[in-house]
Structures are given as C-alpha cells and as structure tokens.
C-alpha cells in the first residue's frame, strides 16, 4: 500500500529539547515537503525536496532544519524547539514536479512547553 | 501572505443536496489547481486537480470548474453524502510550492 509515514504521531516536549520527525515514503517519489497546520491559518509549507540532496525553503522555515539523504525519507528536525512550533505537522510526497496526487501522511502533533 | 482563498469559512448542506465549495486565487499566471479533503484527524487526501488549459474537470461526484477571467476556482459535490463531511482546501501550485487556502469546513444536515 503506498503510503506516507510519520513518527511520531504525538509528542510532547520542552522548549529547548532537539528532536526529529521522521518521514518515509514506500512510492519512490521525488517531491517531499513538510507543512504545518494551525487554526485560522492553514496549511503553511516549512521546506521542500525536489530530490535526494536537494533542499528548499517554503514559507515558514525559521526554526527549522530537513536532509534528504536518501530518497524515501525526509526527516524534520527542530534543534531547539519552542512554544510557537507547537503545531500539527504533515509530511507529503508526490512523483511529478506537478505535484499531481501529493500524497499525505496522518499527521504528527507537536507540543512543546 | 497566501494567493488563495476560500469565500466562506463554514458551509451547511443537506444530505443528498448538491455542494459547491468556492475558491479565489490572486496570481493569473498559476497554471495548476488541486482541491484536498481532510477529514478530522486525518491529512489532506487528493480528490482532483485542473489545469489552466481546462475550464472544467470531472471525477466521481466531484466536479472543478475553474474561471480564469475572475481567477475563481469552484467544487462542486453531487448527492452530498454524510462521508463528505470535512475541511476541504484549494491549493495552487506556485513556484514550485503547493499553496493551501484557509479552508472550508462542510457540514451534512440529515
């Protein structure tokens, strides 16, 4: 089944504390990116990949950092995470630089004290 | 800030009505529209795109119609069903970056 896969799927953490999300893809997609989800403001793209070791800055990217050393996993890393990060975070992949069918994961929900 | 934008925040249907979700984008150079359902608790699931070269795209019980003299993009949803109940967001591809509107929470009256 072809599927995007985020760990964890809820954390709670303190500010300060570097942590990682972690992202895998089983489709061999191209395309991955990270977003963010808030109330009143949508989805927001934090950085993008066009493909393996290819890396760029979305719309809200202050805080934090990805790699794409391989191509099925994209992992999101806070270095020092704060209370404005808390948040719901979706990783995506889609095959095509069209982005056709983006394909999303369940989502991972971020709180940090 | 965003190019794309929903005109209503809530919209109520009765169940087996038809509905149409609304959507304005600012850049008439944007050539790809995508629309996503997101269920609670879930991410946004694809349910069908349109490019600029189309006025009009058609899936299963969903239509897009897009107008690019008003930049208005719209879905619309056949014999709403209780299933359909969600957030339903339109998206733009923009340089490279897919870019969400606010969203639009559909409601299924029984």
């Known amino acids: 089944e072809a599927q995007v896969t985020q760990n964890p799927r809820y954390l709670i953490t303190v500010t300060g504390k570097k942590l990682t999300v972690t992202c895998s893809q089983n489709m061999n997609h191209e395309y991955m990116s990270w977003y963010r989800q808030d109330p009143g403001l949508g989805l927001r793209q934090i950085y993008y990949s066009m493909n393996v070791e290819v890396t760029d800055k979305g719309d809200v990217p202050e805080g934090y950092k990805v790699s794409r050393k391989e191509k099925r996993n994209f992992p999101l890393i806070l270095e020092s995470p704060s209370p404005n990060q808390t948040s719901l975070y979706f990783c995506?992949?889609?095959?095509?630089?069209?982005?056709?069918?983006?394909?999303f994961g369940e989502g991972s929900r971020l709180t940090v004290l | 800030g965003e190019s794309v934008g929903l005109h209503l925040p809530t919209l109520s249907v009765q169940e087996g009505d038809n509905s149409i979700i609304n959507c304005a984008y600012s850049n008439s150079a944007s050539d790809y529209f995508i629309w996503y359902k997101q269920e609670s608790g879930k991410g946004p699931q694809f349910i069908i795109d349109?490019?600029?070269?189309?006025d009009k795209r058609q899936g299963q019980r969903v239509t897009v119609l897009l107008n690019k003299t008003v930049k208005h993009l719209s879905l619309q949803i056949a014999a709403t069903q209780p299933g359909d109940s969600a957030v339903y967001f339109c998206a733009e591809l923009q340089d490279d970056k897919i870019i969400f509107g606010k969203g639009t929470r559909l409601h299924i009256l029984p």
């Open positions: 995506a992949s889609s095959l095509s630089e069209d982005r056709e069918e983006t394909i």
């Open positions: 349109i490019r600029s070269n189309m």
